[in-house]
Every structure is written in C-alpha cells, then in structure tokens.
C-alpha cells in the first residue's frame, strides 16, 4: 500500500511508497576527529603543495618575528649613542679651563674623572653603559650609517615576509578550490549512486543545502583558517624564544595570562560549539522549506495555504535566529576578552620592565621589541580563538557533506551476463514480493508474463502498488525476493544503466529543463541532428506548435516551462521518448488535465509511440486501455486478476467493478 506523498517527494517517477520529509538532524556533538581524518584523505594529493605551504608560512613568519628584534636593536643604538654623547659634553663641562681629555680615553677612564657631582646626576645603568663605550675619537653619538644598515635588513625582511605571504596564500587558494571541486563533484556522483528510499526521507531542498550552504562554508572558512593555524603556531613558538632571550622575567610574566587564555578559549568553543551545528541545521530546514514552497506554490496557493507556509518558515526561521545569534555572540566574547586579558600583561611587562631598565638590566629598545613581542603574542593567539570558532563550522559543515557521502549506495550486484544486441521486450516477472520497509509487503509474490510487442495496463485503487511494479522493472528499488527478466536475462545480473536504457518514459508529471526546445526533446542523447529532432516533433504532433513560438525550436523555455501550456508539455516529453527509440515504453497516463482537442493529439502520440514496443501503461481511466493487450488488474500488492479488457467484464470480478464505479453498469453492456 502507497502511503500519502509529500508536496515535494517522489517515489520513483509518480509517487507511492511511504513518502515524508525529515529534517535535518538536529544540534548535536560532532566528531571532530573522524571529520578532520576526511579532511586529510582529500588533501593527501596535494602533500607536496602543502608542504610548499608550511615552508613559505614558516619563513615568513620567522621574518616578521625577527623584525621587533633588530627594530630594538635600533633604538638601543639610538639611546646608547645619544645618551654618551650627553654624558661626554658633562664631564667635558665639569673639567677645568683649559685641560681636556687625552687621546685614547676609555669609557671607564671617562667614568673616573667624572667629578662626584657630576657622576651622581647620571643613573647607574647608564654609567654602567658608558664604562664600555670608546672615547678615543672624540665625541660619541648616534652611528647613522649602523642604524641604516639595520633599516635596510629590517625593509627586507618586511618585503620577502610579504612576498612569502602571498606565494602561500596563492598555493593555498589553489589547494582548497581543488577540495570544494572534488568535494562538489564527490556529492554529484553520489546523488545519482544513492537509492530512492534516501530522497523519499529527506528533502530536496537539504541535499541541495549540502551542495550549496555547507560546501560553501568549508571553501570560504578552509584557507584562510588553514594558513593561520600554521602562522598561529610558528609565531607563539618563535615568539617565546626571543622573548626569552630578551627577558626570562617579563617571559614569565607574559605566560601567566596563557593559562586564562586558553581556559577562556576552550569554555566559549565548548559552549559555542552545538549553536554552530545547530545552525547549520536550521540552514538545512530553511532550505528544504523554500525548495518545497517554490516547487509546489501552485498548490499552496490553490488550498491557501499562504499562513501556514509563512508560519512554518517563522518557526525554522526563528530557530535559526535563535541558534545564530547564540554562535555568533559566544563567538564575539572572544575577542574583547582576549584584549582584556592581553592588556592585564601589558600593565605586568610595562611595570617589571621599567624597573629592569633603571638597574641597567634591560634596555630601552629591548623593552620595546618585547612589547612588540608581548602584542604578537597575544595576536595569535586571538587567530587562534577566532579560527577556532571558524574551524567549528567548517567541522559541522564537513561532518554533514561527509555523513552524505557515506550513506549507503545502491546494492551493488555482480554483474553475470549482458542484454541481447537486439531487444524483443519480453518481460517477466517471477514471484516477486518488495517492501519499502522491512516487515511490510507492498508486492507479494507477483508474478506475470509480457510478450514483446504487448501493450500492458496496470490498474488498481490508490496504493495498490502500481507505480511500485514499474520501479522494480526499472530499478530504481531492489526487489527483495524473485526475480525480473528482460528477453530471458535476470535485470539484476546487468548494469542498472543497461536496464533503464531500454525504456522510455512519458509520466504524469512533466519535467523539462531551463534550456531551448531543441535541448528538452534531445535530452540524454549526445550529437543528435536538428533534423532527427523535428522528425520526433512531428511524429508526437508538437512541431506545428513549436514554430508558431518566435524562436522555434531555440525557444528558451523555463525552469518551470510556464511559456507553455500542460499539454504541449506533454507532447514535448513524448517527442523525447520517440527521439530516444527505446525497445520498452512506460507511460503515466497524462490527459487527465488538458482540453479534448489536445487530448486527442496526446493520445494520437502515443499510439504512435507505443507502436512495435512493448509498453506498461499506469491506467487512471479506464476508458483508455481497452484495447490493451494485457490488464493486470492489482489491489494490495497483488495481482488478482489478468485478460484483455473484454475477458475480465465478463468475469464480473474486481475489475468489473472499477469499471463500473467509473462508467456505471450501461457502459460495461455496451
């Protein structure tokens, strides 16, 4: 039995089977872990770009960290030299008229003669500092030409550190695209690997979700997040080492606020951690709603159904909101916190730092580097936080696209045997029973025989299971017991594609693409000639139509096809079937919804269509297969009776009865 379809499912090509979206699933902890090893699988074939990535964030960041340090080393010279040069005009102010200093004067000797007055005004660090510095040439001062020499190192590393940073950043651009490439064409090849029961319990709209909102999000977050953990990475440690060798005092004093740092990082990431799942989530639901509004607004404005759409998006929406502000906030503490725990550092170097200098312990340009230090080190590690967050989502999104490719395909068979060159269309089915879910038969040990060439009608009430039959003849379910042969060749024994290359379909339910008519009637078929197309259209009675449009055959139809009416929709799916000369026919009777005159011309196509093939036909009105070569008449799962049309009035039995609830008792007389 065919439970009731979902507005946007199909089951098969025209319903039956349980139906029903589930949503996405809900916030929940991923596994990170297991996530992060996938991501290594697909970057494995780029190892060696990767590596170029490492070596170039290194290098660049060993540059930049050794900048600070030769920038301190030049304000050192600065200080020292202005501060021996003042110190030489005292002494030479203090000595007598008329005697000066002689020749080859050392600092110390300069210290000595320095009278108490003189040499108390002066603190001792910086005594300490002119006892090394070399008189003997007269007057120090500030040595420009050592200064511009460090100038022109520090300009260097400054340009290669640059340059360094956009050789990685253009390899790791080209690395990550080439995932999202792969990651994309990876969910392609899987969609058309995954059975039907997949799409039959989850909506369009979330696969797409994962296509789209979820592999975006890893391309957006994936290289930027990449190159900061390394540079994250390499700029603490490298950072550490000079300060130690600057200062172990203010290195302790700088670590005291890692230990908060990180413990405040890891309760906002824990914390933050679900509302990123969550929202992706809700993205998902989002999306699936949209999709499935859009693809059936026809329906939901004929039931009005505008409040209860509008509703349902309120409460996805608002669940989102609730979940993104949640994510976004949490994430937003980080930043100000960090600063404010980076700050309380500033204050302990800034203190310990201006006593160490006025004990001549630590100069005044060594002080500076290692603010400068002490403000990259707290930098990366806000990177750190904030990739941290970014690495979240990229990890929810990953986990989704990942649990998409890991669910099961379709059964793989071996394959034991090939189709005839040449197909009669005999079909036969033995004993086959299938359910959609374990436990709960849908067909029942079915069994018929079709001669090639035969025209077949299945009828039966709603959920009989008739759109069921033609599934199972065209794989698009396994069966779970029996078999189906095609010309004497069991269907499961070949390739799936084989199979459904061997029979055209017109269905119920038109479906045409965004492209010009030319395309729609050629579709599946490469290198057709324009003529071979026409021919196609005139056999199906659409080509009169079709040059009455401005652009004939090159009419761009949408991706609704509302330029054109139901019908013509029709005879456009039938002029596909016949241009695809399939050896087997399945047909969705489809004039249920159209005019009498276009009905005719409908039914005057297939006629055409069906001619020499041997064709299934899905009976609505019975009045359209009486002349039918064989009716196989089903009610829960089974066949209970087969004949022509006129065989099975005459056994007045189950068939009668549909018949006569659908024309009344003069009608079957007649």
Same mark, same amino acid.
């Given at each position: 039995?065919?439970?009731?379809?979902?507005?946007?499912?199909?089951?098969?090509?025209?319903?039956?089977?349980?139906?029903?979206?589930?949503?996405?699933?809900?916030?929940?902890?991923?596994? /990170?872990?297991?996530?992060?090893?996938?991501?290594?699988?697909?970057?494995?074939?780029?190892?060696?770009?990767?590596?170029?990535?490492?070596?170039?964030?290194?290098?660049?960041?060993?540059?930049?960290?050794?900048?600070?340090?030769?920038?301190?080393?030049?304000?050192?010279?600065?200080?020292?030299?202005?501060?021996?040069?003042?110190?030489?005009?005292?002494?030479?102010?203090?000595?007598?008229?008329?005697?000066?200093?002689?020749?080859?004067?050392?600092?110390?000797?300069?210290? =000595?003669?320095?009278? *108490?007055?003189?040499?108390?005004?002066?603190?001792?660090?910086?005594?300490?500092?002119?006892?090394?510095?070399?008189?003997?040439?007269?007057?120090?001062?500030?040595?420009?030409? =050592?200064?511009?020499?460090?100038?022109?190192?520090?300009?260097?590393?400054?340009?290669?550190?640059?340059?360094?940073?956009?050789?990685?950043?253009?390899?790791?651009?080209?690395?990550?695209?080439?995932?999202?490439?792969?990651?994309?064409?990876?969910?392609?090849?899987?969609?058309?690997?995954?059975?039907?029961?997949?799409? =039959?319990? #989850?909506?369009?709209?979330?696969?797409?979700?994962?296509?789209?909102?979820?592999?975006?999000?890893?391309?957006?977050?994936?290289?930027?997040?990449?190159?900061?953990?390394?540079?994250?990475?390499?700029?603490?440690?490298?950072?550490?080492?000079?300060?130690?060798?600057?200062?172990?005092?203010?290195?302790?004093?700088?670590?005291?606020?890692?230990?908060?740092?990180?413990?405040?990082?890891?309760?906002?990431?824990?914390?933050?951690?679900?509302?990123?799942? &969550?929202?992706?989530?809700?993205?998902?639901?989002?999306?699936?709603?949209?999709?499935?509004?859009?693809?059936?607004?026809?329906?939901?404005?004929?039931?009005?159904?505008?409040?209860?759409?509008? %509703?349902?998006?309120?409460?996805?929406?608002?669940?989102?909101?609730?979940?993104?502000?949640?994510?976004?906030?949490?994430?937003?503490?980080?930043?100000?916190?960090?600063?404010?725990?980076?700050?309380?550092?500033?204050?302990?170097?800034?203190?310990?730092?201006?006593?160490?200098?006025? @004990?001549? +312990?630590?100069?005044?340009?060594?002080?500076?580097?290692?603010?400068?230090?002490?403000?990259?080190? /707290?930098?990366?590690?806000?990177?750190?936080?904030?990739?941290?967050?970014?690495?979240?989502?990229?990890?929810?999104?990953?986990? +989704?696209?990942?649990?998409?490719?890991?669910?099961?395909?379709?059964?793989?068979?071996?394959?034991?045997?090939?189709?005839?060159?040449?197909?009669?269309?005999?079909?036969?089915?033995?004993?086959?029973?299938?359910?959609? !879910?374990?436990?709960?038969?849908?067909?029942?040990?079915?069994?018929?025989?079709?001669?090639? &060439?035969?025209?077949?009608?299945?009828?039966?009430?709603?959920?009989?299971?008739?759109?069921?039959?033609?599934?199972?003849?065209?794989?698009?379910?396994?069966?779970?017991?029996?078999?189906?042969?095609?010309? !004497?060749?069991?269907?499961?024994?070949?390739?799936?594609?084989?199979?459904?290359?061997?029979?055209?379909?017109?269905?119920?339910?038109?479906?045409?693409?965004?492209?010009?008519? *030319?395309? @729609?009637?050629?579709?599946?078929? %490469?290198?057709?000639?324009?003529?071979?197309?026409?021919?196609?259209?005139?056999?199906? #009675?659409?080509? #009169?139509?079709?040059?009455?449009?401005?652009?004939?055959?090159?009419?761009?139809?949408?991706?609704?096809?509302?330029?054109?009416?139901?019908?013509?929709?029709?005879?456009?799916?039938?002029?596909?079937?016949?241009?695809?000369?399939?050896?087997?026919?399945?047909?969705?009777?489809?004039?249920?919804?159209?005019?009498?005159?276009?009905?005719?011309?409908?039914?005057?196509?297939?006629?055409?269509?069906?001619?020499? +093939?041997?064709?299934?036909? $899905?009976?609505?009105?019975?009045?359209?297969?009486?002349?039918? =070569?064989?009716?196989?008449?089903?009610?829960?799962?089974? $066949?209970?009776?087969?004949?022509?049309?006129?065989?099975?009035?005459?056994?007045?039995?189950?068939?009668?009865?549909?018949?006569?609830?659908?024309?009344?008792?003069?009608? $079957?007389?007649?």
């Amino acid at each position: 039995m065919n439970p009731q379809k979902q507005p946007n499912m199909r089951r098969g090509f025209g319903g039956g089977g349980p139906g029903g979206m589930i949503g996405v699933p809900g916030a929940k902890p991923i596994h /990170t872990k297991a996530t992060l090893r996938k991501f290594g699988k697909y970057l494995k074939p780029y190892t060696f770009k990767l590596s170029i990535v490492v070596f170039f964030a290194v290098t660049s960041t060993v540059f930049a960290i050794v900048s600070p340090r030769l920038l301190g080393n030049m304000t050192n010279d600065i200080v020292d030299g202005f501060v021996a040069g003042q110190a030489y005009d005292k002494v030479i102010a203090s000595l007598p008229r008329g005697v000066s200093l002689p020749a080859n004067t050392t600092g110390a000797q300069l210290v =000595d003669r320095m009278p *108490a007055s003189v040499s108390d005004k002066i603190p001792s660090a910086q005594l300490a500092q002119l006892k090394t510095i070399d008189f003997s040439h007269g007057r120090p001062g500030i040595n420009f030409n =050592d200064i511009a020499i460090i100038a022109f190192w520090l300009i260097g590393l400054y340009v290669l550190s640059a340059l360094f940073s956009y050789i990685l950043g253009w390899v790791m651009t080209s690395v990550s695209q080439n995932l999202v490439y792969r990651l994309r064409q990876d969910i392609s090849r899987k969609i058309n690997r995954m059975p039907l029961s997949y799409f =039959d319990k #989850h909506s369009y709209g979330e696969v797409i979700s994962r296509v789209t909102n979820d592999v975006d999000t890893i391309s957006q977050s994936l290289n930027q997040s990449a190159t900061q953990i390394i540079t994250s990475i390499i700029t603490i440690i490298g950072i550490l080492v000079m300060m130690f060798t600057i200062s172990w005092q203010l290195t302790i004093v700088a670590l005291v606020i890692l230990p908060l740092s990180l413990g405040v990082l890891s309760l906002i990431v824990k914390s933050s951690q679900g509302f990123f799942v &969550g929202q992706q989530a809700s993205l998902g639901k989002l999306d699936g709603h949209i999709e499935e509004m859009f693809s059936g607004h026809v329906v939901m404005r004929t039931y009005n159904g505008e409040r209860q759409s509008i %509703d349902k998006f309120a409460q996805i929406n608002h669940q989102l909101f609730k979940d993104g502000w949640k994510a976004q906030f949490t994430s937003g503490l980080l930043m100000p916190i960090m600063q404010f725990i980076g700050n309380l550092g500033f204050v302990g170097v800034a203190v310990l730092g201006g006593w160490l200098a006025i @004990n001549g +312990r630590l100069g005044i340009g060594d002080i500076q580097a290692f603010i400068q230090y002490m403000n990259q080190f /707290t930098q990366p590690i806000m990177q750190t936080a904030n990739v941290a967050n970014v690495m979240q989502a990229t990890v929810a999104a990953g986990e +989704r696209v990942f649990d998409f490719l890991d669910e099961a395909e379709d059964v793989k068979y071996e394959i034991t045997a090939q189709l005839p060159v040449k197909i009669k269309g005999a079909v036969r089915f033995e004993n086959v029973s299938f359910s959609y !879910n374990p436990g709960t038969l849908v067909v029942n040990n079915f069994s018929a025989e079709i001669k090639p &060439g035969q025209k077949v009608a299945i009828v039966g009430p709603t959920g009989a299971g008739k759109t069921t039959i033609v599934n199972l003849l065209m794989r698009f379910y396994e069966i779970d017991d029996g078999a189906i042969l095609i010309d !004497n060749v069991n269907s499961r024994s070949v390739e799936r594609a084989a199979v459904r290359q061997l029979f055209g379909m017109v269905l119920q339910d038109t479906w045409l693409f965004n492209g010009t008519i *030319a395309d @729609n009637i050629a579709y599946g078929r %490469d290198h057709v000639s324009r003529s071979a197309i026409i021919e196609a259209a005139k056999a199906a #009675h659409v080509d #009169h139509f079709i040059k009455t449009l401005p652009a004939g055959y090159d009419t761009i139809l949408g991706e609704d096809a509302d330029n054109i009416s139901a019908g013509e929709k029709q005879l456009l799916t039938i002029a596909r079937a016949m241009l695809a000369n399939a050896p087997m026919l399945i047909l969705d009777e489809a004039t249920s919804s159209v005019d009498t005159r276009t009905e005719a011309l409908i039914q005057s196509a297939m006629n055409k269509l069906t001619l020499g +093939r041997t064709s299934f036909v $899905i009976a609505h009105r019975l009045s359209t297969i009486r002349n039918a =070569d064989l009716i196989l008449v089903m009610q829960a799962g089974n $066949i209970v009776e087969q004949g022509t049309h006129d065989q099975l009035i005459k056994n007045n039995g189950f068939y009668a009865k549909l018949y006569s609830s659908q024309f009344g008792d003069a009608d $079957i007389i007649n």
